[in-house]
């Protein structure tokens, strides 16, 4: 059973907050989660990860569950370049368990 | 900024040729990954090493060996390459250092295609 469920594509308006989701239920206590995106024809790219409290940095923010089976990865501004697949990603030390992600597209 | 350089972008090989992917990482990184990516399957992990001449199997090693010699240098190497094979490569690494389970830092991908 995949470890991350996440919708295969979203659309966001350009500027608008881009809110895309991800469930991971069978979670483990020592499970960080990690977001990257993949711009086509490109390796993926660190996002931003956490454990338990909510995260935020230059590119994003993750909102993490108290019950940690889900979270939500924040765009504030979305804009064209952020069009991408968004993958989220459970792991820990050098075990890491990837989903199929979201295509998200944004809308001029 | 952690830099992991690809040798190729792109590599058009024979069925049956032996293939060398190379992956070079600047950041003193003690783990080294190769995955691959395919339609619909997302990113599975080939195999991984912890240290200098340490490899340890992934999910789906068949067909597949590395070698680390140096610390910043991690090889995947195709035996005898099949059609099967055909895919996106992509190798990452991080750190064992740091209190918050260090990310994996990637490198742009090899596409290879075996005809």
């Known amino acids: 059973d995949a470890k991350t469920t996440q919708p295969p594509s979203m659309d966001c308006a350009e500027g608008r907050a881009a809110n895309l989701p991800c469930n991971h239920s069978?979670?483990?206590?020592?499970?960080?989660v990690y977001w990257y995106r993949q711009i086509h024809s490109q390796g993926p790219q660190y996002i931003i990860h956490?454990?338990?409290n909510n995260e935020t940095n230059e590119m994003a923010s993750l909102i993490i569950t108290e019950d940690r089976k889900s979270s939500t990865l924040i765009l504030p501004h979305a804009t064209l370049r952020d069009t991408a697949v968004y993958y989220c990603?459970?792991?820990?030390?050098?075990?890491?368990?990837f989903g199929t992600g979201t295509s998200l597209t944004v809308i001029p | 900024d952690v830099k992991v350089t690809q040798s190729s972008r792109y590599l058009v090989k024979r069925t049956g040729e032996k293939v060398f992917l190379e992956c070079v990482q600047d950041?003193?990184?003690?783990?080294m990954f190769w995955y691959r990516q395919d339609p619909g399957l997302g990113l599975r992990l080939i195999y991984f090493?912890?240290?200098?001449?340490?490899?340890e199997k992934g999910d789906i090693p068949e067909g597949y060996s590395v070698s680390r010699e140096k610390k910043e240098r991690f090889s995947l190497i195709l035996e005898s390459a099949s059609t099967n094979q055909t895919s996106m490569y992509l190798c990452?690494?991080?750190?064992?250092?740091?209190?918050?389970?260090?990310?994996?830092?990637f490198g742009n991908g090899t596409r290879l295609t075996v005809t």
């Open positions: 990452a690494s991080r750190p064992d250092r740091g209190f918050r389970n260090s990310p994996l830092h």
């Open positions: 069978t979670i483990s206590g020592n499970e960080y």
């Open positions: 956490g454990l338990k």
């Open positions: 990603i459970v792991g820990t030390g050098n075990q890491f368990y």
């Open positions: 950041m003193d990184h003690e783990n």
């Open positions: 090493s912890y240290d200098v001449k340490m490899k």
